[in-house]
């Protein structure tokens, strides 16, 4: 990352390991030398690089699982928007099926330096998000008979009659 050019990214998208495959060595002060892929790096010398890395208006999105999810939460609580939940297609964890319930989730969380505030929204400096998939439909409303002939005003519901 060190030969990067700085404020040059928009995104980073990155499965960071979670430290979850042997907890149970870490909490003894052991460690499973087939396992050290799974080991957290360090997360205060990881977010000095992508302050670095990152544009203003820049998105970090990283996947995660508890309870690192909430140590990297926590880790840069000021750039953390919100945390999506990705359902996936298969459960994992079969090895471990007789001891823990297997999963089929994980976290996604969202962190960018550009706020969420009126201000930020003002000045230009916020998130921006994009809805995909709306289409704009008119409706067209029928007249009944009753209604036939009259003229009905309210100024609160005028609108273009459009829906999504």
């Known amino acids: 990352m060190k030969s990067i050019e700085g404020h040059s990214i928009d995104l980073i998208l990155c499965d960071l390991p979670y430290g979850t495959t042997d907890r149970w060595g870490q909490r003894n002060g052991e460690s499973n030398r087939l396992l050290k892929w799974d080991s957290i790096i360090p997360l205060d010398k990881l977010w000095i690089e992508y302050r670095r890395l990152l544009k203003p208006r820049g998105t970090v999105v990283l996947t995660a699982d508890q309870p690192f999810t909430s140590q990297l939460i926590l880790s840069n609580i000021e750039w953390f928007k919100y945390e999506w939940i990705w359902k996936k297609k298969k459960t994992t964890g079969f090895l471990l099926a007789n001891h823990r319930p ?22 230009g400096k916020s998130m921006t998000y994009n809805p995909q998939g709306l289409i704009e439909k008119r409706v067209k409303k029928k007249n009944s008979a009753k209604r036939l002939g009259k003229f009905l005003h309210n100024p609160e519901h005028m609108g273009s009659g459009n829906r999504l």
């Open 102 to 123: 297997m999963k089929q989730t994980e976290d996604v969380v969202i962190f960018s330096p550009s706020g969420a505030s009126p201000a930020s929204y003002k000045s």
